[in-house]
């Protein structure tokens, strides 16, 4: 049973473009959670959902930064018009169920340039 | 608010040398309390579990343990390999988000 993939693993990008990070959950797992990881501090939590379904984003910036979770494909993080405190790991998590535990993928680190 | 400290922010052993992390938490509602590794560049790894007040588990090496207030994390006889930072989460009952600490960065020398 493959883990939480997540593409790019690295991602450059400079300041005013788009970043799109992709997650594929592991294999019967329909919730997702996404958590960044800045410099020197610890895993803040960003957004949960399920297909179709934004549950929490309590922990999204109100600006910029959106989420989704198709019924088909990944689930996607998109930050539009990136700046340099962008620079961060993104992690996706999966869970078969609400609550239980979550299984992380390797990550995917921005550079803002 | 829910919070989770955890001490020391680093430690330093010698290879064999048993020490324990320590995990405090303030939460509405324990849904979970979740120990995880994570090394170098890399995503965190899950390690365990604990539901409720008075539970243990081991694998290898590590063992958790969970009070109403603390959680730790025993490391007997650790190895080179047992270097990598360990995280503690809660879970609360009314979100599925984990709430993690700033971590536990060990390092075992051989």
């Known amino acids: 049973n493959a883990g939480v993939m997540q593409n790019p693993r690295h991602l450059v990008r400079r300041r005013g473009q788009e970043a799109r990070l992709r997650c594929s959950p592991m294999?019967?797992?329909?919730?997702v959670y996404w958590y960044r990881q800045l410099p020197e501090e610890g895993l803040k939590f960003m957004v949960y959902?399920?297909?179709?379904?934004?549950?929490?984003e309590s922990g999204m910036p109100k600006e910029r930064f959106s989420a989704e979770f198709p019924k088909e494909g990944p689930s996607i993080l998109r930050i539009q018009q990136v700046v340099r405190g962008d620079s961060a790991a993104y992690f996706c998590?999966?869970?078969?169920?609400?609550?239980?535990?979550?299984?992380f993928g390797p990550g995917t680190r921005l550079t803002v340039l | 608010e829910d919070q989770v400290t955890q001490s020391p922010e680093a430690l330093r052993l010698q290879e064999g040398e048993s020490s324990s992390l320590n995990c405090s938490y303030t939460?509405?509602?324990?849904?979970?309390l979740f120990w995880y590794r994570q090394d170098p560049g890399k995503g965190p790894e899950f390690l365990f579990t604990?539901?409720?007040a008075g539970e243990e588990k081991e694998k290898e090496r590590l063992k958790a343990t969970l009070t109403k207030k603390e959680s730790f994390l025993h490391i007997t006889a650790p190895k080179p390999e047992d270097s990598a930072t360990y995280l503690c989460?809660?879970?609360?009952?009314?979100?599925?988000?984990?709430?993690f600490g700033q971590g536990t960065t060990l390092q075992v020398k051989p």
């Open positions: 989460a809660v879970g609360s009952s009314n979100t599925g988000k984990l709430i």
């Open positions: 998590a999966s869970s078969p169920l609400d609550g239980g535990e979550q299984f």
């Open positions: 959902l399920q297909k179709e379904n934004i549950i929490d």
């Open positions: 604990l539901y409720s």
């Open positions: 939460v509405s509602g324990l849904r979970g």
């Open positions: 294999k019967g797992h329909s919730h």
